[in-house]
């Protein structure tokens, strides 16, 4: 089902389907992004995001309940079946342009298949051969309203970051860019949302009580 979204020239496996959702979707979805309480913000010094379905540690992560408004998508991501398990984690993060993440593995607390929407905005994700970090191997171009699903060797080996620029020129090195139009096109960012839908491996056993 996902093969005719397969991105060749890059490690296995990456999948990244444009338009996975319509305007009116991405819309909605961040109306709810920006109607939770300011309290569930963490603020970074290059962005902000939001945890959802527990903060993973590697004791186990606390499961808390997952919002409908979130639950609905990670169950459309899911219908791909792509995941072993059904993703218990959703990391919401915000870039204002200029914001970006330095290069950085996941790491073995989440099962090696990731699923990303990406609202707002388009961004360039870089990729680093873990043992050369200052050299990007290849990107992907990360437009608005689509879907890059991650799994394996590219998941597991290749670090990713994104530069903290205002705007990004396309050229060749984004591997999923087929429209030579776009070629040496100079694109300002946005604020970009993405809702990063994984698996967190390790669940704590102890409930938490709620006071009442
Ligand atoms: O915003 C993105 O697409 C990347 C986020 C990321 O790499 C992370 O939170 O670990
Ligand atoms: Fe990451």
């Given at each position: 089902m996902l093969e005719k979204f397969r991105v060749e020239n890059c490690p296995d496996y990456v999948y990244y389907i444009q338009n996975f959702l319509t305007v009116e979707e991405e819309n909605?979805?961040?109306?709810?992004?920006?109607?939770?309480?300011?309290?569930?913000?963490?603020?970074?010094?290059?962005?902000?995001?939001?945890?959802?379905?527990?903060?993973?540690?590697?004791?186990?992560?606390?499961?808390?309940?997952?919002?409908?408004?979130?639950?609905?998508?990670?169950?459309?991501?899911?219908?791909?079946?792509?995941?072993?398990?059904?993703?218990?984690?959703?990391?919401?993060?915000?870039?204002?342009?200029?914001?970006?993440?330095?290069?950085?593995?996941?790491?073995p607390l989440y099962s090696s298949t990731i699923a990303t929407i990406n609202l707002g905005s388009h961004t360039v994700l870089n990729f680093y051969k873990s043992e050369k970090r200052d050299k990007i191997a290849f990107s992907l171009f990360l437009e608005a309203r689509s879907l890059l699903i991650q799994q394996g060797d590219m998941y597991e080996n290749y670090l990713h970051g994104i530069d903290e620029?205002?705007?990004?020129?396309?050229?060749?090195?984004?591997?999923?860019?087929?429209?030579?139009?776009?070629?040496?096109?100079?694109?300002?960012?946005?604020?970009?949302?993405?809702?990063?839908?994984?698996?967190?491996?390790?669940?704590?056993?102890?409930?938490i009580k709620l006071g009442r």
């Amino acid at each position: 089902m996902l093969e005719k979204f397969r991105v060749e020239n890059c490690p296995d496996y990456v999948y990244y389907i444009q338009n996975f959702l319509t305007v009116e979707e991405e819309n909605l979805l961040l109306k709810s992004v920006y109607n939770v309480p300011q309290t569930k913000w963490t603020q970074l010094s290059r962005r902000r995001l939001q945890n959802w379905g527990g903060v993973p540690h590697h004791n186990g992560m606390i499961p808390e309940a997952i919002p409908q408004w979130l639950q609905t998508w990670i169950e459309k991501v899911a219908g791909f079946q792509v995941f072993s398990h059904l993703p218990n984690h959703v990391l919401i993060n915000e870039y204002k342009p200029n914001e970006g993440i330095m290069p950085h593995l996941d790491g073995p607390l989440y099962s090696s298949t990731i699923a990303t929407i990406n609202l707002g905005s388009h961004t360039v994700l870089n990729f680093y051969k873990s043992e050369k970090r200052d050299k990007i191997a290849f990107s992907l171009f990360l437009e608005a309203r689509s879907l890059l699903i991650q799994q394996g060797d590219m998941y597991e080996n290749y670090l990713h970051g994104i530069d903290e620029r205002s705007e990004d020129v396309i050229d060749n090195s984004m591997v999923n860019v087929h429209n030579n139009d776009l070629i040496s096109q100079s694109l300002k960012r946005g604020t970009r949302v993405s809702l990063t839908i994984r698996h967190v491996q390790k669940i704590s056993k102890i409930k938490i009580k709620l006071g009442r």
